[in-house]
């Protein structure tokens, strides 16, 4: 159980094809198991029994909503920190209602020539699974413990950071995305005064709209209303031949 270069790895997808454009970097972690291994075990398993009455889902895909929020979906690629795509599909799905507010974060933040990069929305749970078996123990705070689901697997949890709309790139940020240091706390003190100051500002807009920070992840919101929706485990695939029937 060790980490390829004492914990961390700083990659960069491509990086050794000096003629290919370059690509954001990534963290990396080395797995407990191969991902392949664990994959099956995780798609056999069964996510944990819920009691109470929930809300009916209504994921929406954030695209439709507004073309304007931009999706990085690192997960289906290998730019992750299981260096293996594990989506078929780079889409984000939310919960109606976190969806709108999501909106309502994207138009405030124009205003100032600002709008939000997506890395991740809804998540079967079978992959909220995968990531806790295969992720050293000494880091599970950096990823939900299966046995009690994510709020990504409601469907009420948003992975992202900022792009400015002038050129299209992404902000600075304190961390890389999914970084599992003590950089991607949302107090971190550390770093440039810059990337605290826009941090710190994504963070003041998504408050406003009902939105709370993860201890641990700068870049991780939950939005009010989680506990009225169900853990779900369904594909993107499942979720297309749902609204289809």
């Known amino acids: 159980m060790r980490f390829i270069s004492s914990v961390v790895v700083l990659a960069c997808a491509l990086a050794a094809c000096a003629s290919a454009p370059q690509q954001p970097a990534f963290f990396y972690i080395e797995p407990v198991r191969p ?83 997506v890395h ?20 599970h705070e950096f990823v939900a413990d299966p046995a009690q689901g994510s709020r990504h697997n409601r469907g009420c949890a948003v992975d ?14 304190p961390s890389l995305y999914d970084e599992m240091s003590e950089r991607a706390y949302p107090t971190y003190a550390g770093g440039s005064a810059a990337s605290r100051r826009m941090r710190d500002y994504l963070r003041t807009h998504m408050e406003a709209e009902g939105f709370s920070v993860y201890q641990s992840e700068w870049w991780h919101f939950d939005y009010k209303d ?9 594909t993107f695939e499942q979720l297309d031949s749902r609204k289809s029937n």
Do not use: C
């Open 35 to 117: 991902v392949a291994e664990l994959l099956p075990i995780a798609l056999a398993a069964t996510p944990p029994a819920e009691h109470g009455e929930f809300r009916a889902s209504d994921l929406v895909e954030l695209a439709a909503l507004d073309a304007t929020i931009k999706l990085d979906i690192r997960y289906a690629t290998t730019r992750n920190f299981l260096d293996t795509p594990l989506y078929s599909q780079p889409r984000a799905f939310m919960q109606r209602p976190a969806a709108e507010a999501l909106v309502r974060v994207q138009h405030a933040l124009a205003r100032d020539g600002y709008a939000l990069l």
């Open 120 to 139: 991740d929305a809804y998540r079967p749970w079978y992959v909220t699974k995968l990531f806790w078996d295969a992720t050293p123990s000494d880091k």
């Open 226 to 234: 989680w506990k009225s929706y169900a853990i779900q485990n369904a």
């Open 160 to 173: 992202l950071t900022l792009y400015t709309l002038h050129d299209g790139k992404p902000v600075t940020m």
